[in-house]
Protein backbone atom coordinates (compact mmCIF):
# COMPACT_ATOMS: atom_id res chain seq x y z
CA UNK A 1 0.00 0.00 0.00
CA UNK A 2 1.49 3.20 -0.75
CA UNK A 3 -0.19 6.82 0.78
CA UNK A 4 0.05 9.88 -1.28
CA UNK A 5 0.41 13.25 0.97
CA UNK A 6 -2.00 15.01 2.70
CA UNK A 7 -3.38 17.38 0.60
CA UNK A 8 -5.71 20.96 1.95
CA UNK A 9 -8.76 20.50 -0.13
CA UNK A 10 -10.50 17.74 -2.70
CA UNK A 11 -10.12 19.97 -5.25
CA UNK A 12 -6.31 18.76 -4.71
CA UNK A 13 -6.76 15.11 -3.84
CA UNK A 14 -5.89 14.24 -7.62
CA UNK A 15 -2.22 15.41 -6.94
CA UNK A 16 -2.12 12.94 -3.71
CA UNK A 17 -3.79 10.24 -5.61
CA UNK A 18 -1.50 10.79 -9.10
CA UNK A 19 1.62 10.03 -6.40
CA UNK A 20 -0.14 7.27 -4.55
CA UNK A 21 -0.31 6.11 -7.66
CA UNK A 22 3.34 6.65 -9.23
CA UNK A 23 4.21 5.53 -5.99
CA UNK A 24 2.73 2.13 -6.23
CA UNK A 25 4.05 1.55 -9.70
CA UNK A 26 7.81 2.41 -8.57
CA UNK A 27 7.39 0.82 -4.90
CA UNK A 28 8.72 -3.06 -6.70
CA UNK A 29 12.33 -0.74 -7.16
CA UNK A 30 12.55 -0.53 -2.92
CA UNK A 31 11.70 -4.18 -2.16
CA UNK A 32 12.26 -3.59 1.80
CA UNK A 33 10.03 -0.53 1.98
CA UNK A 34 7.67 -0.49 4.90
CA UNK A 35 4.13 -1.30 4.16
CA UNK A 36 2.23 0.92 4.31
CA UNK A 37 5.32 3.57 2.79
CA UNK A 38 4.11 7.24 2.82
CA UNK A 39 4.51 8.13 -1.97
CA UNK A 40 7.01 11.18 -0.82
CA UNK A 41 10.06 8.30 0.54
CA UNK A 42 9.63 6.65 -2.76
CA UNK A 43 11.01 9.65 -4.22
CA UNK A 44 14.51 8.36 -5.84
CA UNK A 45 12.29 5.23 -7.20
CA UNK A 46 9.42 7.69 -8.35
CA UNK A 47 12.38 9.79 -10.32
CA UNK A 48 14.17 6.89 -11.86
CA UNK A 49 10.74 5.35 -13.19
CA UNK A 50 10.34 9.05 -15.20
CA UNK A 51 7.77 10.62 -12.62
CA UNK A 52 8.36 14.15 -13.64
CA UNK A 53 6.96 15.64 -9.97
CA UNK A 54 9.56 13.26 -8.19
CA UNK A 55 12.17 14.76 -9.80
CA UNK A 56 10.79 18.32 -9.29
CA UNK A 57 10.44 17.38 -5.70
CA UNK A 58 13.86 15.96 -5.11
CA UNK A 59 15.24 19.27 -7.13
CA UNK A 60 12.80 21.41 -4.62
CA UNK A 61 13.60 19.75 -1.21
CA UNK A 62 17.14 18.46 -1.40
CA UNK A 63 19.50 19.38 -4.17
CA UNK A 64 18.86 23.01 -4.37
CA UNK A 65 18.50 23.86 -0.20
CA UNK A 66 21.63 21.90 -0.33
CA UNK A 67 23.35 24.67 -3.05
CA UNK A 68 21.91 27.59 -1.40
CA UNK A 69 23.62 26.19 1.98
CA UNK A 70 26.90 27.08 0.51
CA UNK A 71 29.24 25.20 -1.51
CA UNK A 72 31.06 23.32 1.31
CA UNK A 73 27.90 21.11 2.37
CA UNK A 74 27.66 19.99 -0.96
CA UNK A 75 30.94 19.94 -1.67
CA UNK A 76 30.78 18.20 1.47
CA UNK A 77 28.09 15.92 0.92
CA UNK A 78 29.22 14.92 -2.81
CA UNK A 79 32.39 13.86 -1.62
CA UNK A 80 31.81 11.56 0.91
CA UNK A 81 28.82 9.66 -0.94
CA UNK A 82 31.88 9.39 -3.45
CA UNK A 83 33.86 8.50 -0.61
CA UNK A 84 31.20 5.58 -0.08
CA UNK A 85 30.46 7.04 3.12
CA UNK A 86 33.60 6.25 4.76
CA UNK A 87 34.46 9.82 6.71
CA UNK A 88 38.24 9.50 6.88
CA UNK A 89 38.52 8.72 3.09
CA UNK A 90 36.44 12.30 2.69
CA UNK A 91 38.05 14.38 5.30
CA UNK A 92 41.50 13.68 3.56
CA UNK A 93 39.77 14.19 -0.01
CA UNK A 94 38.71 17.72 0.98
CA UNK A 95 41.79 18.58 3.08
CA UNK A 96 40.18 18.97 6.33
CA UNK A 97 39.77 17.66 9.60
CA UNK A 98 36.88 14.56 10.22
CA UNK A 99 35.28 16.61 12.70
CA UNK A 100 34.52 19.79 10.18
CA UNK A 101 33.02 17.18 7.72
CA UNK A 102 30.81 15.49 10.76
CA UNK A 103 29.76 18.68 11.36
CA UNK A 104 28.88 19.38 7.80
CA UNK A 105 27.04 16.47 7.29
CA UNK A 106 25.02 17.25 10.47
CA UNK A 107 24.23 20.87 8.84
CA UNK A 108 23.18 19.05 5.73
CA UNK A 109 21.10 16.49 7.59
CA UNK A 110 19.66 19.77 9.30
CA UNK A 111 18.95 21.60 6.03
CA UNK A 112 17.66 18.37 3.96
CA UNK A 113 16.10 15.95 6.72
CA UNK A 114 18.58 13.08 5.00
CA UNK A 115 21.77 11.75 6.85
CA UNK A 116 24.32 10.95 4.59
CA UNK A 117 25.52 8.42 7.00
CA UNK A 118 21.98 6.45 6.45
CA UNK A 119 22.50 4.08 3.86
CA UNK A 120 18.78 4.74 2.75
CA UNK A 121 19.27 8.53 3.06
CA UNK A 122 22.74 8.51 1.30
CA UNK A 123 20.52 6.80 -1.87
CA UNK A 124 17.83 9.90 -1.44
CA UNK A 125 20.75 12.15 -1.56
CA UNK A 126 22.62 10.61 -4.20
CA UNK A 127 19.67 10.34 -6.48
CA UNK A 128 18.38 13.87 -5.79
CA UNK A 129 22.04 15.58 -6.29
CA UNK A 130 22.07 13.74 -9.82
CA UNK A 131 18.24 14.67 -11.03
CA UNK A 132 19.76 18.24 -9.77
CA UNK A 133 22.38 18.13 -12.08
CA UNK A 134 20.03 16.88 -14.89
CA UNK A 135 17.65 19.59 -14.83
CA UNK A 136 20.74 22.26 -14.75
CA UNK A 137 21.98 20.86 -17.64
CA UNK A 138 18.69 20.69 -18.93
CA UNK A 139 17.44 24.70 -18.35
CA UNK A 140 14.77 23.75 -15.94
CA UNK A 141 17.25 25.05 -12.74
Not at 21 to 48: F, Q, Y
Not at 132 to 140: K, P, T, V, Y
Amino acid sequence: MVVGPTVDSIADAHRSSADALSGLRAVVAWPSAPRPVRSTDLLPERALAGDPEAEWQLVDQIARPLEDAGGALLETVETFLEAGGVLETCARELYVHPNTVRYRLRKAAEVTGHNASVPRDALVLRIALAVGRLSRARGLW
